[in-house]
């Protein structure tokens, strides 16, 4: 797998960011409420207006339409979205190494404490962090070779952070996925390891 570089990417409220993840690798971002964190990841997914350019290994994001970019470097935002009724209509299948096979949705979803009959349910039943965390798988079924979360474990009790922290560690580690995470848990950070970086006055500095 390939890691993933920022070169030089930019918004109006943010100076230009240079940041280099190996595959695999795991980068904390933190900073103030307001302070652009959520601007950068989604200026890396190409949702907003940006400057720069951002690599996949040695595929540029400009080469790639952004449908397919968002499949290899997936968002996960800290409000997920859905648009059909039901949960399973979120997830299609995708191509793997069986060609015909869907990935391993009922297993991430028993990692993360749900029955695979969560797949019937309506969107309308599931709480935020319920929400939250099929969004998650979500995301992996895509398969993808980044990963940006925004506050992915902000609105989970305990036990359900300790679900989404495992289950991330598990895909990066199999999948050498690199992964830049907004959070603002100290102890999240310390549980995970990987160097953490803050945003200050439009600024990304390393985290003393």
């Not at 200026?43 to 400009?62: F, I, K, M, T, Y």
């Not at 290899?72 to 793997?96: I, Q």
């Not at 079924?141 to 359900?160: F, I, K, R, V, W």
Request: proline fraction near 7%; include cysteine; aromatic fraction near 6%.
């Amino acid at each position: 797998m390939a890691g993933l570089r920022l070169d030089a990417i930019g918004h109006r409220l943010l100076a230009p960011v240079n940041l280099t993840l190996a595959a695999g690798e795991l980068v904390f971002l933190s900073g103030p409420s307001g302070s652009g964190k959520s601007l950068l990841l989604r200026a890396v997914a190409d949702l907003d207006p940006n400057a720069g350019e951002v690599w996949l290994g040695d595929a540029a994001r400009s080469a790639m339409t952004p449908p397919y970019w968002r499949r290899r470097v997936g968002l996960l935002p800290a409000e997920s979205f859905w648009w059909a009724e039901s949960v399973g209509e979120h997830f299609p299948v995708t191509k793997t190494a069986s060609a015909s096979a869907p990935p391993p949705i009922v297993g991430w979803l028993a990692q993360l404490g749900f029955d695979p009959d969560v797949l019937n349910w309506s969107i309308a039943r599931l709480s935020t962090g319920e929400r939250q965390r099929l969004a998650l798988v979500r995301l992996l079924s895509q398969e993808p070779e980044a990963l940006l979360l925004d506050e992915a474990t902000a609105n989970l009790d305990p036990a359900g952070r300790e679900r989404v922290e495992t289950l991330v560690e598990t895909y990066r580690r199999n999948a050498r996925c690199a992964v830049l995470w907004v959070s603002h848990d100290p102890g999240q950070r310390r549980r995970l390891g990987g160097r953490s970086y803050v945003i200050r006055d439009g600024r990304l500095e390393p985290e003393s």
